[in-house]
């Protein structure tokens, strides 16, 4: 009983965080893009737009939610539900810590772990086009049409150097479980190096690591890889006939696709939990050092600074800066030092790749189709196996380990 | 609750098997394919065959339904007509399915008792373990299937290739 407690705790836990980062994950692209672009994005509703996900849930909620004429009705509705099933099924997998001692009761950080976790990533992640061509074929619109189709072709041709890249570590880390392949990369070469497998010897992983990367813009969607909803050809492609909480569906399906694609890039080449240099040099201090930071340049801008024209700054900055502060107290806590600084390397690492998502949609332009896939055929998959080779080859001759 | 799991499943796989059958669209039935294969799947989850339950995700409901769906999609096939059905496959066909479903039952009655019968969790092998005996045991095997798989990959380019004049 006592299990199905915690698993109860733990489920509702990173379904809260889960969902919040994905509102508000939309928050951040809109303001980074806009900072990109030199404008100040979302601003109205709350302090620096911050109720903007809000906002925007509600809006969607009390639309009308218009199903158009001669849809097929049934796959209709169903393509939104299995695009956001199939999104929202993967993040139960990933190990975000150790495990750890909670209120005396030891327990893991992250919700399941199955033997074979990446290649049931891989089978979620694969059968997840259904929701995508489904929708597109179901609204009875020529452009849907084409999204969608672009969208099942493209996930099938960008999932072959994806699954390819990712045997690469799995030859170096020797198991199919996640937690396992995290534990795999504990430890420091020469005390300072960390063994993530973007570093590990015998081959570094870093080629396939950007294979994957690459892979993984094709496989959420997203620019230079949107092509199923590219504007300027096919109005909005697969979700153009879309309204209301279908279309939110669809939406959060895309965020939380990218959410759980760099968490798993996060596990599988980054190390996971592991910090990037080790405890002893004072790698426990970095989200303290970090917090402080932050809220001296918010303290100092808001007492010292104030912009003219934003007479609130005055007091929403020193708050958010108190607040800051207060975290990195937190993170001094003792108690809560073990459960913390994993989940912080984690949540900073796979923050890092978010953030590299957003950068390269603001930066890059969209590719054309027949780019696309000569790319993907002609470039990304010979490349992903003679890296393959070469690690195998390099396994093979460090001779078995242990 | 593995047997109630088991129940379920085994119920939606026959539902979907009989959906696949029934439907007039192709969209539909290959949605029911893909309906059946996940349960499989499911199933050979409760057997303890975590692997082979992945694979079969992968691969079928993965990758060749999707392309299954693709070309349905991308041919846009319609609903098939219902054209009725000729007089001797109905004069032949209920007693036909009587006498198949009867050799069945019959079959299995004189088999199931002598083939002993499997348990929840019973080939619980990890990945490990089939690749070693992939990779040692049935080498030859499995490089002749994968000899045979390029040579139906070169069929199909040869296939679809244009001619070169």
Redo the contacts between chains.
């Keep these: 009983m006592n299990f199905f407690i915690i698993s109860l705790i733990k489920t509702g836990i990173v379904a809260g965080a889960f969902m919040t980062t994905l509102a508000y994950l939309q928050w951040i692209e809109r303001k980074v893009l806009a900072h990109i672009q030199s404008r100040l994005g979302p601003y109205r509703v709350g302090p620096h737009g911050l109720l903007q996900p809000l906002a925007d849930v509600v809006k969607l909620l009390t639309k009308e939610g218009f199903v158009p004429s001669h849809v097929n009705h049934f796959f209709y509705i169903l393509a939104p539900f299995l695009a956001v099933f199939f999104a929202l099924i993967s993040i139960c997998l990933i190990p975000f810590g150790p495990s750890v001692e909670i209120f005396g009761v030891r327990t893991d950080l992250g919700l399941a772990d199955i033997n074979v976790g990446v290649l049931f990533v891989l089978a979620i992640s694969s059968v997840g086009v259904y929701g995508i061509a489904l929708g597109g074929w179901a609204s009875n619109n020529k452009y849907s049409l084409m999204g969608g189709l672009r969208s099942s072709a493209q996930m099938i041709s960008y999932e072959l150097p994806m699954a390819i890249a990712l045997v690469s570590p799995l030859l170096l880390l020797n198991d199919l479980s996640l937690r396992t392949i995290v534990n795999e990369q504990a430890g420091y070469y020469l005390g300072v190096i960390p063994r993530w497998s973007i570093f590990q010897m015998p081959f570094p992983q870093v080629f396939s690591f950007l294979i994957f990367l690459i892979s993984a813009f094709a496989e959420t969607n997203r620019v230079p890889f949107d092509l199923p909803e590219a504007e300027n050809e096919l109005v909005a492609g697969f979700h153009t006939e879309y309204s209301s909480l279908n279309f939110a569906a669809f939406f959060m399906a895309e965020y939380a696709n990218m959410i759980t694609v760099t968490c798993m890039a996060t596990v599988l080449f980054l190390g996971g939990w592991h910090p990037l240099w080790p405890a002893e040099y004072g790698s426990d201090f970095v989200p303290v050092l970090l917090m402080l930071g932050g809220s001296a340049v918010l303290l100092f801008h808001g007492v010292m600074q104030p912009l003219k024209g934003r007479p609130w700054d005055r007091l929403t900055m020193p708050a958010a800066g108190l607040a800051f502060g207060a975290i990195a107290l937190v993170f001094l806590v003792p108690v809560l030092k073990p459960i913390l600084m994993p989940v912080f390397w984690f949540v900073a690492k796979a923050g890092v790749l978010l953030f590299i998502f957003i950068w390269i949609r603001g930066t890059l332009p969209r590719f054309r189709y027949d780019q696309l896939m000569n790319f993907t055929w002609k470039f990304l998959f010979p490349a992903a196996i003679v890296n393959l080779l070469i690690t195998a080859f390099a396994v093979a001759l460090q001779g078995p380990k242990n | 609750m593995d047997l109630i799991l088991f129940i379920i499943f085994a119920t939606i796989a026959v539902a979907c098997g009989i959906s696949l059958v029934v439907q007039k669209?192709p969209?539909g039935s290959a949605?029911s394919l893909?309906g059946v294969m996940g349960s499989l799947a499911v199933l050979y989850l409760l057997l303890g065959a975590?692997?082979i339950?992945?694979?079969q995700?992968?691969v079928y409901?993965?990758?060749i339904m999707?392309?299954f769906?693709?070309v349905i999609?991308?041919l846009?096939a319609g609903e098939e007509a219902n054209k009725g059905r000729s007089w001797p496959s109905r004069l032949l066909g209920i007693p036909l399915l009587t006498v198949f479903l009867g050799l069945l039952a019959y079959l299995l009655q004189r088999m199931a008792p002598s083939m002993g019968t499997v348990t929840f969790g019973a080939f619980n092998v990890?990945?490990k373990e089939i690749g070693r005996s992939l990779f040692n045991h049935y080498l030859l095997p499995f490089e002749v299937t994968s000899v045979l798989v390029l040579i139906a990959i070169l069929g199909a380019i040869v296939l679809a290739r244009k001619e070169i004049d």
């Design positions: 669209h969209i949605l893909i975590e692997f339950a992945a694979v995700l992968i409901a993965g990758a999707v392309l769906v693709f999609m991308l846009n990890g990945a």
